[in-house]
């Protein structure tokens, strides 16, 4: 789960972790009262939207506006908050319509001496959370990743103790970070990773991350995802969702039980299992196809849950074909056969539909798909699943 900028800056000033005031606004006036209560000579206007590069993305509506506006009055946050709010925000990680601005937050300016990039990150290699700084702060840092990887310096640390005094130390030598500064990030670096661990995050990125001209080490931006697996844990982090962030279908299929995303491909797949669902969709690509979306129904899919995968699948205007890939272990493929026989009759099918059966009871699943009258086009193996569907709408 994805929260705000300003949600996160919250969570972390209640953790310690360093932040500069600011106050989310609705409209234009409230983004002017923000400024004035900020009481300062300069602050920042952000658009809240859950994708990165605001910096840099362009408002559809107004194209010379971007998603972050250094403001120097209260009329002039007002005037670019008018230009977000209700406006749609393009970025590198929106798609091409954008994403819908519902607020903004206004914040504080300060002087900067120096930006860095910080994250923590889960790295399942390791099975260790794993701090990432890097000098490179304030840009695109997939493209660091990619050009300057060395420019990534990376510390793992036990969950239980959190990161170490001498494993700052480290990353402060070689950022070339000393005196008050070094000392401000012993404790920065300390409370965030603390913070992450507690909260049960996948990530908490800060970009630009930055070193003031007083030595003080402030998180500028901020963005958490949490692990949705812990949030039985959290539960008072409901209220921080925001759906209108959502892809509908996605919440749809979350509250099914169902784990969906959506894809920009045309071939819908409906599969049993996350390394199964991986592996057709790639073979999909393997042989010239695009799938529109990951969708695993788990390995005790019922009649109700495979339905509802399909009014999913078919809500996506894109989708020209289906694939159906089940392996019968706990969902035998004779439940999966009456489920996908019962679905059709709720649904109704309007585009080919390939299936691929395997694994207990196959057989007796495949007769009855035969003896439905159904339009079913059956593949043997996952070569030629993935041969038939693209060749369906070739």
């Not at 390791?126 to 050009?147: D, R, T, Y």
């Not at 913070?195 to 049960?200: A, P």
């Not at 009649?303 to 999913?312: G, N």
Request: aromatic share 4%; glycine share 8%.
């Amino acid at each position: 789960m994805k929260i705000h900028e300003y949600q996160a800056k919250e969570l972390f000033r209640k953790a310690q972790v360093p932040v500069l005031a600011g106050f989310v606004a609705k409209t234009p006036e409230e983004a002017k009262e923000a400024f004035e209560k900020l009481a300062g000579s300069i602050a920042v206007v952000k658009a809240q939207v859950h994708a990165g590069g605001r910096g840099k993305g362009t408002v559809t509506e107004v194209p010379s506006q971007r998603g972050v506006q250094l403001v120097k009055s209260g009329d002039e946050a007002a005037a670019v908050a008018k230009n977000l709010i209700g406006n749609h925000l393009v970025t590198i990680q929106t798609a091409a319509n954008g994403a819908k601005v519902n607020q903004v937050f206004v914040e504080a300016g300060c002087k900067i001496a120096r930006e860095l990039y910080l994250a923590v990150v889960v790295d399942r290699a390791a099975q260790l959370p794993l701090l990432m700084v890097s000098s490179e702060g304030g840009v695109e840092i997939e493209k660091v990743a990619e050009e300057s990887p060395e420019k990534i310096l990376r510390e793992h640390f036990d969950p239980a103790h959190g990161i170490e005094g001498f494993q700052v130390r480290k990353l402060c030598k070689k950022l070339g970070i000393t005196g008050d500064a070094a000392k401000s990030a012993d404790f920065f670096m300390k409370k965030l990773c603390k913070l992450f661990v507690e909260l049960d995050c996948a990530m908490a990125e800060i970009n630009p991350l930055v070193i003031t001209e007083d030595n003080k080490m402030i998180a500028l931006d901020a963005k958490i995802t949490f692990d949705d697996n812990a949030m039985y844990r959290h539960p008072d982090f409901k209220a921080l969702r925001d759906l209108a962030e959502e892809e509908p279908a996605e919440i749809r299929a979350s509250n099914t039980g169902l784990s969906y995303v959506k894809l920009d491909g045309n071939i819908g797949c409906l599969v049993n299992g996350a390394g199964l669902a991986m592996a057709t969709m790639d073979i999909i690509k393997h042989h010239g196809g695009a799938p529109a979306n990951f969708l695993d129904v788990g390995g005790g899919a019922n009649t109700q849950q495979v339905t509802e995968a399909f009014r999913i699948i078919l809500s996506d205007p894109n989708v020209k074909a289906i694939l159906v890939n089940i392996f019968g272990g706990i969902a035998r493929c004779t439940t999966i056969a009456q489920a996908i026989i019962e679905a059709s009759k709720e649904v109704g099918f309007t585009v080919p539909l390939v299936v691929r059966l395997e694994g207990t009871e196959v057989e007796e699943g495949k007769k009855m798909l035969r003896e439905s009258g159904l339009a079913i086009i059956s593949a043997e193996n996952l070569t030629d699943a993935a041969q038939k569907v693209v060749g369906s709408i070739a």
